[in-house]
């Protein structure tokens, strides 16, 4: 359970970093509003979503710290 939490939270971590660096560069129009944008914005919400996912789902079937 310790290595599924660690994955999980380093997933979620690299997810919000990544999501407020592209949005500062929007913002500041360091990159252009594109579909590549847009889809990697959507690309990290997934994997922030799995990863959550995964971590709940652990704990409900009773994945037991060692």
């Known amino acids: 359970m ?3 939490r ?4 380093t997933i979620c971590i690299f997810c919000i970093l ?3 660096l592209l949005g500062v560069a929007m ?3 360091w990159v252009k509003d594109s579909d590549f ?3 990697s914005f ?3 919400g997934v994997l922030f979503l799995a ?9 409900k079937l009773g994945i ?3």
Not at 6 to 9: A, G, H, K, P, Q
Not at 51 to 59: G, I, K, M
């Open 18 to 20: 990544a999501s407020l």
């Open 2 to 4: 310790r290595a599924i």
């Open 42 to 44: 959507m690309t990290l």
């Open 6 to 9: 660690t994955i999980c939270f």
């Open 51 to 59: 990863s959550l996912l995964t971590l709940s789902v652990a704990r």
């Open 37 to 39: 944008i847009h889809k």
């Open 27 to 29: 913002i500041w129009d």
């Open 64 to 66: 037991k710290d060692e």
